[in-house]
């Protein structure tokens, strides 16, 4: 008689049963168990199906900021929250590196640095149609390096879904913010003697994002996981909550965005769309040449979709002074944030899951 195996849907205590299928291995039957558990769930919990609630926070933001609400965050709370965020998806990825070799990891960061040049590149390409060469450049670079906030909500979709994912996806995040600077300088100007590279590397390399993903990531590593145990109840139990009231401030920012990008025309409003798409795919296609998982992959795709606001305009306030932020800024916040934290991510889970079919 074959045996029965019981799972339950993540944080709902569902039990279903599924006899196994003769000719699939282990692993493959408790895949498709799972994806059949929540299926089940999700035709009988409409609700489920729903945006999920950090998404809605975001929502609620938008909206507040489109009717000119008096609404705001503190500003000391919105960098405090960004800490945050970043500090405990740093200790989440050490953490999960102390359990596994980091020599195999080199191969990879050199595929993600190239999948970082490789969009800058893209981009520039495709803005030049339009663009100055400066813009064009400083635009590029923005999507070819990656948003935080884009990939603790990926963090979140997945998590809630119960979708493992590979703990180095933390390190692709860090080093993928540092190619499309340098790439997005070196398409504006050129090797100048006149750029100042060390106040340039100092701002790219020890920039308060990669610092505190790197610091995490050492603290994580170093602790292991009964080490970083007692911190559980505060970099794990609230991200969430941190999350929705960053994503609230984001809302607020991005309706401002919105309001600019009308200024810039209908291509910088394409490009914002079907660059994201395109990237996403590419990351794809590095996930699957790395061999990451199904939430790996999905991650890396929405990490190669996203596009810096953080990071890069920090830097390039520095590199390049007469590029224009808003052409930029408002691209990444009015049109391919939105798109990614609402359709994006799902849209790539699904495109992920023909990849490893």
């Known amino acids: 008689m074959p045996e029965v195996v019981e799972l339950f849907v993540v944080e709902h205590a569902v039990p279903y049963q599924f006899l196994p299928n003769n000719h699939q291995s282990e692993s493959d039957f408790i895949e498709t168990s799972r994806a059949l558990a929540c299926n089940h769930y999700l035709h009988a ?3 489920a199906i729903m945006l999920d609630v950090v998404v809605l926070f975001f929502l609620f933001g938008l909206l507040a900021g489109l009717v000119r609400s008096e609404l705001k965050l503190p500003p000391a709370l919105y960098d405090t929250l960004s800490l945050f965020l970043l500090l405990a998806i740093g200790l989440k990825g050490g953490v999960g590196l102390a359990q596994q070799p980091l020599l195999p ?3 990879q960061l050199a595929l993600v640095i190239l999948l970082g040049v490789v969009q800058t590149l893209a981009g520039f390409a495709l803005l030049r149609i339009k663009m100055n060469r400066v813009d064009a450049a400083a635009t590029a670079a923005h999507y070819g390096s990656v948003s935080v906030a884009t990939f603790a909500v990926g963090v979140n979709w997945l998590t809630e879904r119960g979708i493992s994912f590979e703990s180095q996806l933390s390190i692709f995040l860090a080093v993928m913010e540092i190619p499309a600077i340098l790439v997005g300088i070196v398409l504006a100007r050129g090797v100048s ?6 106040m340039l590397a100092h701002e790219t390399f020890l920039g308060k994002g990669v610092t505190l993903l790197i610091g995490g990531m050492a603290i994580g590593y170093l602790a ?5 145990a007692p911190l559980k109840p505060l970099f794990v139990d609230l991200f969430k909550g941190a999350l929705a009231l960053f994503l609230l401030e984001m809302g607020l920012i991005v309706a401002r965005q919105c309001q600019d990008l009308r200024k810039h025309g209908f291509f910088l409003l394409g490009f914002a769309l079907l660059m994201p798409l395109a990237s996403a795919l590419l990351g794809l296609a590095v996930g699957q040449i790395i061999g990451l998982s199904l939430g790996g992959l999905t991650l890396l795709a929405t990490l190669a ?6 990071a890069v305009p920090a830097t390039l306030r520095i590199a390049l002074p007469q590029a224009n932020p808003g052409l930029s ?4 916040l009015g049109v391919t944030f939105p798109f990614n934290i609402m359709l994006g991510i799902p849209l790539y889970h699904s495109w992920a899951h023909h990849f490893t079919e």
């Not at 800024?329 to 990444?332: C, G, I, K, M, R």
């Open 305 to 310: 979709a996203s596009a810096s606001y953080i």
């Open 329 to 332: 800024l408002s691209a990444v």
């Open 193 to 198: 003697r006149q750029t100042q590279w060390r």
């Open 224 to 228: 292991g996981p009964d080490g970083v």
């Open 105 to 107: 990891l080199l191969p």
């Open 45 to 47: 919990n409409p609700r």
